[in-house]
């Protein structure tokens, strides 16, 4: 606009070409600074202590999972609870895991693409999720790491609590099953994947009876709260969004587990998140005390 008496006209700055990385450094400076980024730390971060301390977490994970339930012979209390949980379904009128699964038997390459993603994208995507927040976002990786540690150790005192019998297993005549007459099939058994629990040392390791609550729908859930605020693409928003039902797809059509495990997955993530929240609540605030000054000899 040019002023009376003025030979001159004012012109906008030229604009800054800034990285994405940039911009969202000073967008996470700046909310930061007005308080309205709540789930920010900051916080040193080693990729080789990350990659180590999940390992030993995994390992401790796995040593505890797989002495509960089925290790210790709990095939009868397994069962009882597995009886426990269809008879709730049925009371409520969702008891459809059999009718579902019936459907799509006559497909062995369909149930087979299924039998790979139960048993492959749960830790592929989980462990994509966690190498993006530690390069992308790790401002906020702490948070989240903690939120998937937790719910995962609430799991363990779900499996050891309520060993369950999975669905695939309650008409299995072997070690492990209930040769009942529910009318369930075990696709990995029956039509094949990258791997089998009937397996000699798949089969001795692992838990038969860890089901709940269901890891597979937690750790996808959690994908989907880490990765969907994120994503730019509407093809990307949606496949995100997606993931999680196409694990509990996976996880009903394959009778790994009933969609009551689901749920509690469910919960399990709702616990994990509340109590990585009051830990990194609890760290603020002792931070925010600074050090105890010395009383005056």
Not at 21 to 43: C, K, M, P, S
Not at 182 to 189: K, M, Q, R
């Amino acid at each position: 606009m040019t002023e009376p008496g003025s030979d001159t006209v004012d012109q906008d700055p030229d604009p800054i070409d800034l990285t994405d990385a940039e911009i969202e450094a000073a967008d996470d400076a700046e909310q930061v600074a007005h308080g309205a980024r709540d789930d920010v730390t900051h916080v040193r971060l080693h990729w080789w202590v990350e990659v180590v301390a999940m390992m030993v977490l995994y390992l401790v994970y796995s040593a505890i999972r797989n002495n509960f339930g089925s290790a210790t012979g709990n095939e009868i209390r397994a069962f009882t609870n597995a009886r426990r949980v269809v008879g709730f379904e049925r009371h409520v009128g969702l008891f459809f895991e059999e009718n579902f699964q019936d459907f799509f038997l006559g497909h062995r390459f369909y149930l087979q693409f299924w039998n790979v993603f139960y048993g492959s994208f749960h830790f592929w995507v989980t462990g994509f999720a966690l190498i993006y927040l530690f390069r992308k976002q790790p401002a906020r990786y702490s948070f989240w790491r903690n939120t998937i540690v937790l719910t995962t150790l609430l799991a363990l005192i779900g499996f050891a609590w309520f060993p369950l019998m999975p669905p695939r297993l309650l008409d299995d005549c072997g070690q492990f099953g209930a040769c009942a007459s529910y009318g369930f099939v075990d696709t990995l058994a029956q039509y094949g994947g990258l791997w089998s629990f009937d397996s000699g040392t798949m089969e001795q390791i692992s838990n038969q009876y860890a089901a709940m609550p269901s890891l597979h729908f937690a750790w996808s859930s959690w994908v989907f709260l880490v990765l969907f605020p994120h994503m730019k693409h509407s093809w990307s928003r949606i496949a995100i969004a997606a993931y999680p039902w196409m694990t509990l797809y996976a996880i009903v059509v394959t009778a790994n587990h009933y969609w009551l495990d689901a749920l509690g997955g469910a919960l399990a993530l709702a616990g994990g998140f509340s109590l990585a929240w009051l830990l990194r609540e609890g760290g603020r605030r002792l931070r925010s005390r600074g050090p105890v000054a010395s009383a005056p000899a």
